[in-house]
């Protein structure tokens, strides 16, 4: 029988968590790199990310790192790269944090703060050599669908942190997301999609196998898993927007008008 998707921790915003303030949305975004932590009056936006951490090494960002094995493993191994993680839990941005600090990684930077805001309107355009978003929350219902990080009025969001060249690394347990989002990606004529069907290859410095700590578990108990590479072929302007993304946005327009579709 197929598992009812529980929204993560991160995600409820119900509750004794919301109370305690652990994973408000609207909570003041904070920045933590190189030992000091900073919020966004500090800095200045759109975001320059050597603000964070100067340097020439090539950026990754992970958005919902969870508790950061990931991006914890890459930045030890890779220390001439620079990893920027995006999450929105208090709790998990913490741990990374605690970690990052203990294991003096220098090329690590943490934000504590909604994905989708922080890529309107903090972070800057085409940076990032790669983007990872693995297991993120799947809003199964669909009045919730517009909160999913892969929908026509996000995408452009997410791609946009890439440069040209760049690639969008994905993969979910939630299969009937995954394969939305792996059609909503290839419509768009400057990507190119690969799926692993048999697990991560090794990739760079990178060892084959599981990536995340979701991931770890989830191949343990055997779940499907639908993993992505999206490889961004760049574009200006126009050309860098989805078509459905387009799309989206003049249909809200139009509702919010009232001027017929
Ligand atoms: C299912 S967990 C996956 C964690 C990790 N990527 C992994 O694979 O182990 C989803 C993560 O995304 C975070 N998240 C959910 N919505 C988010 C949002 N809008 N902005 C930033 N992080 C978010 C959650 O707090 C949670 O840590």
């Given at each position: 029988m197929r598992r009812r998707p529980r929204p993560s921790p991160g995600a409820r915003r119900d509750g004794a968590?919301?109370?305690?303030?652990?994973?408000?949305?609207?909570?003041?975004?904070?920045?933590?790199?190189?030992d000091a932590e900073r919020t966004l009056a500090d800095l200045p936006q759109p975001l320059p990310p050597a603000s964070l951490l100067p340097g020439e090494g090539e950026w990754e960002v992970e958005i919902g790192f969870g508790k950061g094995r990931y991006l914890l493993r890459r930045a030890a191994a890779e220390r001439d790269r620079r990893f920027l993680g995006i999450e929105v839990a208090q709790e998990y941005y913490d741990i990374l944090v605690?970690?990052?600090?203990?294991?003096?990684l220098r090329n690590l930077a943490a934000a504590r703060g909604e994905a989708q805001t922080?890529?309107?309107?903090?972070l800057p355009h085409g940076f990032a050599r790669a983007v990872h978003?693995?297991?993120?929350?799947?809003?199964?219902?669909?009045?919730?669908?517009?909160?999913?990080?892969?929908?026509?009025?996000?995408?452009d969001l997410v791609l946009s942190l890439l440069a040209p060249g760049g690639t969008l690394w994905f993969a979910t347990d939630f299969v009937a997301y995954?394969?939305?989002?792996?059609?909503?990606?290839?419509?768009?004529?400057?990507?190119?999609?690969?799926?692993?069907?048999?697990?991560w290859p090794a990739v760079g410095a990178q060892p084959a196998g599981p990536r995340t700590?979701?991931?770890?578990?989830?191949?343990?108990?055997?779940?499907?898993?639908?993993r992505l590479a999206v490889e961004w072929a760049g574009g200006d302007g126009l050309a860098a927007l989805h078509p459905r993304g387009v799309a989206g946005v003049l249909a809200a327009y139009r509702v919010t008008t009232g001027e017929a579709a």
């Open positions: 968590r919301a109370r305690e303030g652990v994973t408000d949305v609207r909570a003041p975004v904070r920045l933590w790199a190189q605690g970690r990052a600090r203990r294991q003096g922080l890529l309107a309107a903090v978003v693995y297991f993120p929350d799947p809003w199964p219902k669909a009045r919730h669908e517009r909160r999913r990080l892969f929908a026509p009025e996000s995408v995954g394969e939305v989002v792996r059609e909503l990606l290839d419509a768009h004529p400057r990507t190119r999609v690969t799926v692993f069907p048999g697990g700590n979701y991931e770890a578990k989830y191949v343990r108990e055997g779940r499907p898993i639908l």
